[in-house]
């Protein structure tokens, strides 16, 4: 009887909803009505579908999808990436793989098994071709979600210089508000996510969660230049991204970040949200930050990450703000930063370079075995709001333009502030956590908008918040660093 009853509810939800089966060989005159009866690519770009439709995508696809319909808010048209589905060409779509514009609420779920990617583009100059794997203009609530983007352009140190290869780009959205990526695999394209506004309109909710990115020149692109455009709450949540190696073989100026934000002098990018994520990898020494944000920000929180440089660091910091911008609310709080030493080349924690006055909000970090670990290059932190930081083992504490603070007490005497910093080394476990008898269990302040760990465990435990991205459980984490991804927002929420 329940079981009858649960049926009919299904049934009435999926009212009207249809699954249409595609594949590349399908004949033109099938219906779709089956994997049998299964329509062609280029049916399937001329069919009609309703909100609630499924889009049953099969077998290896070498023509380019182009969504024709809306699906409406809570009732998405989805395209699954059947596990056998394999969107592969020797050099891809010029305009994308998938090429939705202006189209809403529509969902491309792969599965963890669909995937799109180029044949031919492997290493060479020949192979720098413009190419997209998914490319959106003008969309609202689009989800691109479980799906494998890869092989669009793959760079090797050294053997070309990589000018053209800034039109590799794994997913590109233009222009669209309510955007989700989340549980994908990107790698081997020059921007992993390119998400950016050139006109005035409304941008919000722009978010990536739980994503693994490696291989790309820069995982995250942000930016607005479109007039007095602003883009509101972006977030990214969760995952794993392995900074690339080095894409300029001829060392220069290019970026090459983990997020990258930048706005222009006229638009402002507000409420951007960076947590949870792990960032590793070698990026060569000439990457510019792992996290670098530029020009007008305002409400920003970077919050309980894991920052583990291996061979090199970044050249400008695990965190750079670059700001045009007058006193933006700036919050760095419960991360671990990990670099490779603390003499010469070890790297800097964060880094703040502001052309007006501006506060900064730093509490519970730990910057370990970096060169510098506080740098305001211009002098122009007007208000340091700064405590229950952890510098060790460190080579120089902080720097306030170009003077020297080595000590913790320096530092003290300089900022006004970290009358509760330590430096006593956290003995940090190989992934970043700490153990019962670390200096940074319980050693931390209580921060609103920190309410769980990394790992989702909730803080405080025991007697007060602990320093850095973990906060330790006698219970070993829940998750493995490596399997991180499968956590889903839920568990990263504020
Ligand atoms: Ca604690
Ligand atoms: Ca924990």
Redesign the pocket.
């Known amino acids: 009887m329940i079981r009858a009853l649960i049926i009919s509810m299904v049934m009435a939800l999926q009212a009207g909803a249809a699954t249409y089966f595609v594949n590349q060989a399908g004949s033109g005159a099938a219906d779709g009505s089956s994997l049998g009866n299964a329509a062609s690519i280029a049916t399937l770009n001329g069919h009609t579908s309703s909100a609630g439709d499924i889009i049953s995508l099969n077998g290896t696809c070498t023509s380019q999808i182009i969504p024709h319909d809306s699906g409406s808010a809570g009732n998405v048209i989805t395209y699954r990436l059947e596990s056998d589905f394999d969107h592969a060409t020797a050099s891809g779509f010029t305009d994308g793989a998938f090429k939705i514009t202006s189209k809403n609420f529509v969902r491309i779920d792969g599965q963890n098994a669909g995937k799109i990617r180029c044949t031919a583009n492997g290493d060479g100059l020949a192979n720098q071709a413009t190419v997209f794997g998914i490319n959106l203009s003008g969309c609202i609530g689009v989800e691109i979600v479980n799906t494998l983007i890869t092989n669009l352009y793959v760079h090797v140190f050294n053997t070309d210089n990589t000018t053209g290869a800034r039109n590799t780009q794994a997913i590109t959205a233009l222009n669209c508000q309510l955007l989700t990526v989340s549980n994908c695999f990107i790698s081997h394209a020059y921007y992993g996510n390119i998400w950016y506004s050139d006109t005035t309109g409304v941008r919000t909710n722009w978010m990536g969660f739980s994503n693994t990115i490696s291989h790309c020149s820069t995982a995250y692109f942000i930016s607005n230049s479109g007039g007095s455009d602003t883009i509101s709450n972006v977030t990214v949540a969760g995952g794993w991204i392995q900074m690339g190696v080095n894409w300029y073989d001829t060392p220069n100026a290019n970026h090459i970040d983990g997020i990258h934000t930048a706005t222009g002098s006229g638009p402002v990018m507000t409420h951007l949200r960076a947590i949870g994520t792990k960032y590793s990898g070698d990026p060569s020494a000439h990457s510019t930050s792992t996290i670098y944000l530029t020009d007008n920000l305002n409400f920003v929180w970077i919050e309980n990450n894991y920052f583990s440089a291996s061979n090199n660091t970044s050249a400008e910091g695990f965190v750079d703000f670059n700001l045009n911008s007058t006193a933006p609310t700036l919050q760095v709080n419960n991360n671990t930063m990990v670099g490779i030493g603390t003499g010469s080349g070890g790297g800097i924690g964060i880094l703040v370079h502001s052309t007006a006055s501006t506060v900064v909000r730093f509490k519970n970090n730990i910057i370990s075995n970096v060169r510098y670990g506080i740098y305001d290059d211009t002098g122009n932190v007007g208000t340091w709001d700064t405590d229950y930081n952890c510098f060790a083992p460190i080579g120089t504490c902080g720097i306030i333009n170009a003077s020297f603070h080595d000590t913790l007490a320096e530092w003290r005497t300089a900022t006004g502030a970290e009358s509760h910093s330590i430096n006593t080394d956290p003995s940090l476990g190989t992934d970043g956590t700490i153990g019962t008898s670390s200096t940074a269990?319980?050693a931390?302040t209580t921060v609103a908008t920190v309410t769980v760990d990394r790992y989702g465990d909730s803080?405080?435990?025991?007697?007060?918040?602990?320093i850095g991205m973990d906060?330790?459980t006698a219970a070993a984490p829940p998750v493995t660093v490596d399997t991180y991804r499968a956590l889903r927002w839920r568990n990263l929420r504020r």
């Open positions: 269990k319980d931390g803080r405080p435990q025991g007697s007060a918040y602990d906060e330790y």
